[in-house]
């Protein structure tokens, strides 16, 4: 089986990104930072990752809904 690639989300509001890609690293995965904008411009595929994660620690604790936006611009 080849080496599981591992997209982990960065950009506005997210947090610990690094120690999420170094955990999939230390499981043996190979992680990649990817901001957000490069999937919605279709810069990069998520057909080219085995898992997407998204980090938690949003930066405004979404009390001012990061969480939320960021999971709109997933969707639409």
Not at 40 to 52: A, F
Not at 61 to 72: F, I, M, Q, T, V
């Amino acid at each position: 089986m080849s080496q599981v690639r591992v997209a982990v989300l960065s950009g506005f509001g997210i947090n610990c990104e690094t120690e999420t890609m170094a955990v999939f690293e230390m499981a043996g995965a190979s992680a990649d930072r990817v901001h957000v904008n490069r999937l919605v411009n279709g810069e990069l595929s998520l057909d080219d990752y085995h898992i997407m994660a998204v980090p938690g620690g949003f930066s405004f604790g979404d009390h001012l809904g990061s969480g939320r936006l960021k999971g709109n611009r997933l969707r639409f």
